[in-house]
C-alpha cells in the first residue's frame, strides 16, 4: 500500500540534505507543540530532541522534561535571555554546559533529574551566581575538585540517588545560603566527622534528607558542622537499634526540630533507643510504618518537649499507663492504624488510665486501630482533649451508644468527635451529653436504624455540624428529631433516610434556624411538604441529588406543583441532580436572587417556560447536562447565563436549527468569561439530519441570516391580508355604519348643521306621523285620542295645508314636526310616497339636519334589511328608546302610550 506524499515528503527532503551536505544535521522546521501560557511553556513529553526555537522571547519559566535531549545546547536558549525556571528532567544529558548560565544569567532553578550526567565540574556552574535550587537526582555523579563552591546563592541541593559513596561534597567552606539538602538514596555507609565540613559556613542549613542510607558508622561529631540543622529525615535507612540510638546521641548537639524515622524495621522501641534525644528540643517524631509491635516502659521519657508523635502504622499490640511517660508537652497524637489486638491475648489494647500521662493533648487518631472495650477509665486525664477520632475503628463498646460510653472524656473540653464507620447500631438518650462544647459530629457510614426523637442529641447545644450520611440502615425523622441542636450550621443525610421521613406535618428542621447547609440526597424521597424548608432563613447549601421528586413539580400534581424553594430565598447551592424532572413550574425558582450554583444535570428536562430562570441574576455555575434539551432560547436562559463562568450544559440531544441554537452557537462564540468543558466533543447535534452527530460549533450561523429579510416580508404581508380581510368584512357587515357616522362627521366638521338654530325654533306638531293607508284606521284609534294641549300629531289627510300642492305640504309639514313617526308594517314599505320622498325627508331630519327626530313604531315584525332597503334607516341609528313595538297583550297598551310619549319628549340634538 503506498504511504500518502505528505507522510513521504519529510524523508524525501532529509535524503537530499544528507546527500549534498554528507552529514545528518538536516532538519525540517515544524510548528511545536508546547503549551504556552504567558510565560510559561510547557514541553514535556513530546519527544524532541532540541529546545524548540518558535518559543515566546518573554519566557520565563520552560519545561523540557521527559523527552530525549542528548544535551543542552546554550545557543539553543539564546533567544530566552530572561529564563529564570528551566526543567530538563528525564532526558539523556550527558553533561552540562559551562556556558549555559552564561546565556542565561538570571537562572534560578534547574532541574537535571534523572539524566546521565556523570562529571560534574566547578567549571560547569562557575557562571550560576543566581542559581536558587539544582536538582541532580538519579544520575551517575562524579564530582571533580569543588563542583558547588562557585553556588552562593543556592538553598536547595538535591544529589540524592547518585550512587555516592561519601556524604562529603568538598573539602573547603561553600554553599553559605544552603538551607535544603538532599543526599538520600546513596551507597555511603558512614557519617564521618568532616563530611560535612564543606558547610561550616552554612549557617542556614535546616534540612537534611539521609532517607534510605545505609548508616552502619556515626562518627563522633559527624553532625557538629551542621549544629543549626533543624529537620532530619532518616526514612527507609537500613539502621539497627544501635545505630539509632547513637544517632540521637549525634543529634544531641543540634537545634533539631524535627525527626522522621518512618519505614526503619524498628520492631520494637527500646526504653533507651531515644535517650540522646533528651537535650534537644525535638517537637515532632515520626515513627509510622515500622511494624512496630511493642513500645517498652518509658520509651518516651526523654521528650518531654515533643508536640507530635506520630505512630500510624504500626502492629502495637498493649497501651499501659506508662507507653506515653513523660510526653507532658504533647498535643497531637496520631495512632492510625497503629493498634492491633492480638488473636490469642484476652489483654485489653488500651489498659485504663492509659493516657493519662498526655495532660496537654489535644488531638487523638485512633482512625483505622482495634481500639477495643471502651470503660469508664479509658480516656482518663484528656484533660486539654479537642479532637477524637476512632472513625473506622473496632471496638465493641461503639454498637450502642450509652450515657456512660464517652463517661471517661467528662472532663475533656471535646470539640471534634470522629466516630464514621464505627458500626454503631443505635444511639440511646443523652449519648453524647457529656460533650458541652461539641462543635463537630461525625456518624457517617454507620448502622443506625431508629427514629430520631431529639433525645439523642441531648446536651449538644453548640453543637455546629453533624455529619450521618451513608447509614446503611435506615434512619427515620420526627417533627422534634434536632430540637436539643438549635445551633447546628451544617446537617448531612445523604443515603440515610427511609423514603417516609420528611412526610411529616410539622418539619423536623423547622428548629433550625441558623442551618446554612443541608444535604439530603441519594434518599429516594418521593413526597415532601410545602413547608419542609420553612424557617431556615440562613440556608445557603440544599442538595437534594438522587431522589424521586419529579411528581412534586408537575403541573398535574393533586394540588398543584408543591413551591418548597420558597422558604430559602438566600441559597447559594443547589444541587437537584437525577430526579426525573420534565419540567419546572414557573415560580419553583422566584426571588432565588443569590443563587450561584444550579445543578439540574441528568434529568429529563426538555421544554422549559420563558421567564423560569429569570430570577437568578447571581448565578455562576449551571449544570444542565444529560437531559433532553433541545433548544437554548434567549428568553429562557440569557439571563442565567449573563454573569455565568461555568456552563456544563453536555449530551443534551440538541436541535441544530436557526430557531433552537442560533444565539446559543453566537454566545459560545462570544463569551469570554464562562468555561464550557468538552464544548467540542460532547456538544452534539441530534438534528437535523444533516448535522446529526456533528459539534454544535460546526452549526453555520450565517444561512440563518437571508432568512432576515423574508421574515420581514412574510410579517408585512401577513399583516396587510389581515388587514384587507378585515376591512372587507366591516365594510360588508357594517358599511352602513360608517357611511352614517362619516355623514356625520363632514356636516360637523363643514358647519352644515342648523342643529342650534331649528332646536331653538317654535313646532306647531309634537310628531309627522307617516302611515301607510292601510293602517289609518290604526293611527285614529290608538294616536288621535292621545292628542292634548300639550301633544299635537301631524296627519296628512288631515293637517293638509290647503292651496299647496301635495309635496310642499309634506315639506313643510315635516318641517313644523318635532318628530317623524313612521308606523311600521309590511304595507308601509311598499308605499311609493314613503319609498319616494318621504324616506329621504326623514334622513335628512336624521343625518344633514343632525338631530335624533325619528321614531319608528313598529306594528309587523319588519326585518331590518327591508327597512334599510326602503327608508334608509336602520334601527343601529336610532336610540333604542325611538323603536317602540305595538303590544300583543291588550294590558300592556298603558305602557305603549306612556313609552310613545317619553320618546316625543326627547330633545332632538345628538347626545355626545
Not at 532538519?27 to 530532541?49: E, N
Not at 533539631?256 to 534537644?280: A, E, P, W, Y
Not at 290608538?782 to 292634548?788: A, D, F, K, S, T
Amino acid at each position: 500500500m503506498c504511504a500518502p506524499r505528505s507522510s513521504l515528503l519529510p524523508a524525501v527532503i532529509i535524503i537530499i540534505c544528507e546527500v549534498l551536505t554528507g552529514q545528518h544535521t538536516c532538519a525540517i522546521s515544524q510548528k511545536t507543540s508546547c503549551q504556552v501560557r504567558g510565560s510559561r511553556a510547557d514541553c514535556s513529553h513530546l519527544s524532541l530532541t532540541a529546545v524548540p526555537p518558535d518559543l515566546p522571547r518573554n519566557l520565563t519559566s520552560l519545561d523540557m522534561s521527559h523527552n530525549k535531549l542528548p544535551g543542552i545546547s546554550p545557543a539553543s536558549l539564546a533567544a530566552y535571555p530572561g529564563l529564570l525556571h528551566l526543567d530538563v528532567s528525564y532526558n539523556s544529558i550527558t553533561k552540562l554546559d559551562g556556558a549555559l548560565c552564561q546565556t542565561l544569567p538570571l537562572l534560578q532553578t534547574l532541574n537535571m533529574e534523572h539524566n546521565q550526567v556523570l562529571f560534574f565540574r566547578k567549571e560547569d556552574v562557575s557562571h550560576c551566581t543566581n542559581l536558587i535550587q539544582l536538582i541532580m537526582a538519579s544520575n551517575r555523579l562524579r564530582l571533580q575538585g569543588e563542583p558547588f563552591s562557585a553556588l552562593q546563592s543556592l538553598r536547595f541541593l538535591d544529589v540524592s540517588r547518585n550512587k555516592l559513596q561519601s556524604a562529603k561534597l568538598g573539602s573547603q567552606p561553600q554553599l553559605p545560603s544552603l538551607v535544603n539538602l538532599n543526599l538520600g538514596n546513596n551507597d555511603f555507609t558512614a557519617l564521618k566527622k568532616d563530611d560535612f565540613s564543606f558547610l561550616n559556613h552554612s549557617s542556614f542549613l535546616r534540612v537534611l534528607n539521609l532517607s534510605s542510607a545505609s548508616l552502619k558508622t556515626l562518627e563522633r561529631g559527624c553532625f557538629e558542622p551542621i549544629s543549626s540543622l533543624r529537620t532530619l529525615i532518616m526514612d527507609g535507612s537500613k539502621m539497627g537499634t544501635l545505630v539509632i540510638s547513637q544517632l540521637c546521641s549525634e543529634l544531641s548537639e543540634t537545634d533539631i526540630d524535627t525527626l522522621s524515622l518512618q519505614k526503619m524495621n524498628m520492631v520494637t522501641l527500646g526504653n533507651m533507643t531515644l535517650s540522646g534525644l533528651q537535650k534537644t528540643n525535638l517537637t515532632f517524631l515520626d515513627l509510622s510504618h515500622n511494624g512496630m509491635g511493642k513500645i517498652e516502659k518509658g520509651s518516651f521519657q526523654w521528650l518531654s518537649r515533643l508536640q507530635t508523635l506520630n505512630l500510624e502504622d504500626n502492629n502495637i499490640k498493649h497501651l499501659t499507663k506508662d507507653t506515653f511517660q513523660g510526653l507532658r508537652s504533647l498535643k497531637k497524637l496520631q495512632l492510625t492504624k497503629a493498634l492491633a489486638k492480638h488473636p490469642t491475648s484476652s489483654t485489653p489494647i488500651i489498659e485504663d488510665f492509659s493516657f493519662q500521662p498526655l495532660g496537654a493533648l489535644e488531638s487523638l487518631i485512633l482512625r483505622g486501630s482495634a481500639v477495643g472495650e471502651i470503660t469508664e477509665h479509658t480516656f482518663t486525664g484528656l484533660t486539654s482533649l479537642k479532637e477524637l477520632d476512632v472513625s473506622w475503628s473496632t471496638s465493641t463498646s461503639f454498637k450502642i451508644i450509652t450515657i456512660k460510653t464517652f463517661n471517661s472524656l467528662a472532663g475533656s473540653p471535646l470539640q471534634k468527635l470522629n466516630l464514621t464507620g464505627a458500626d454503631i447500631t443505635q444511639i440511646n438518650p443523652g449519648g453524647f451529653s457529656v460533650f458541652k462544647n461539641l462543635t463537630t459530629l461525625l456518624l457517617d457510614f454507620n448502622f443506625i436504624k431508629q427514629t430520631l426523637t431529639g433525645k439523642e442529641f441531648d446536651g449538644l447545644g453548640q453543637v455546629r455540624e453533624i455529619h450521618l450520611s451513608n447509614n446503611l440502615q435506615k434512619i427515620n425523622l420526627s417533627s422534634t428529631s434536632f430540637v436539643n441542636v438549635p445551633n447546628l450550621r451544617v446537617l448531612t443525610l445523604g443515603k440515610s433516610l427511609v423514603v417516609k421521613a420528611l412526610e411529616l406535618d410539622s418539619s423536623p428542621f423547622s428548629p433550625l434556624c441558623n442551618l446554612t447547609n443541608l444535604d439530603l440526597s441519594n434518599n429516594n424521597i418521593a413526597n415532601i411538604k410545602e413547608n419542609m424548608l420553612e424557617g431556615l432563613v440562613n440556608l445557603k447549601v440544599l442538595k437534594l441529588q438522587h431522589n424521586n421528586l419529579a411528581r412534586l413539580w408537575k403541573s398535574a400534581n393533586l394540588g398543584g406543583p408543591v413551591l418548597f424553594l420558597k422558604w430559602a430565598q438566600n441559597l447559594t447551592t443547589l444541587v437537584m441532580d437525577s430526579n426525573g424532572f420534565d419540567e419546572i413550574p414557573l415560580l419553583a425558582l422566584r426571588k432565588l436572587h443569590n443563587l450561584r450554583e444550579l445543578s439540574l444535570g441528568n434529568n429529563l428536562l426538555n421544554s422549559l417556560q420563558d421567564s423560569v430562570f429569570d430570577d437568578l441574576t447571581s448565578l455562576q455555575s449551571l449544570f444542565l447536562q444529560k437531559n433532553m434539551i433541545t433548544t437554548v432560547s434567549p428568553v429562557v436562559f440569557r439571563t442565567p447565563m449573563s454573569n455565568l463562568s461555568l456552563l456544563v450544559m453536555d449530551k443534551n440531544p440538541f436541535d441544530c436549527t436557526c430557531e433552537s441554537i442560533l444565539w446559543f452557537v453566537t454566545w459560545l462564540n462570544n463569551t469570554n468569561t464562562t468555561s464550557v468543558p468538552d464544548l467540542k466533543e460532547q456538544y452534539k447535534c441530534n438534528t437535523p439530519h444533516a448535522y446529526f452527530n456533528h459539534s454544535i460549533m460546526d452549526f453555520d450561523g450565517l444561512s440563518c441570516k437571508d432568512m432576515t429579510p423574508f421574515q420581514a416580508l412574510y410579517i408585512l404581508s401577513s399583516t396587510a391580508v389581515i388587514m384587507l380581510i378585515v376591512t372587507a368584512l366591516m365594510v360588508r357587515f357594517h358599511g352602513w355604519r360608517i357611511q352614517f357616522y362619516w355623514n356625520i362627521l363632514i356636516n360637523r366638521t363643514l358647519g352644515l348643521s342648523d342643529a342650534t338654530v331649528e332646536e331653538g325654533r317654535e313646532y306647531e306638531y309634537d310628531a309627522y306621523v307617516i302611515h301607510a293607508e292601510e293602517d289609518s284606521s290604526w293611527v285614529e284609534r290608538r294616536m288621535v285620542p292621545l292628542e292634548n294641549e300639550r301633544c299635537r300629531f301631524c296627519l296628512e289627510d288631515r293637517d293638509s295645508i290647503p292651496g299647496r300642492s301635495q309635496l310642499e305640504s309634506i315639506i313643510d309639514n315635516i318641517r313644523l314636526s318635532r318628530k317623524i313617526l313612521f308606523v311600521v308594517t309590511e304595507a308601509l314599505l311598499r308605499d311609493p310616497w314613503v319609498r319616494r320622498f318621504k324616506a329621504y325627508q326623514a334622513l335628512h331630519q336624521v343625518i344633514e339636519a343632525n338631530r335624533d327626530s325619528v321614531i319608528l313604531v313598529f306594528l309587523q315584525d319588519v326585518h331590518d334589511y327591508k327597512i334599510s332597503r326602503t327608508l334608509f334607516l336602520r334601527k343601529g341609528m336610532l336610540r333604542p328608546c325611538c323603536i317602540l313595538d305595538w303590544p300583543v297583550h291588550r294590558e300592556r297598551v298603558p305602557a305603549f302610550h306612556q313609552k310613545l310619549l317619553i320618546a316625543l319628549g326627547m330633545t332632538n340634538r345628538l347626545q355626545e
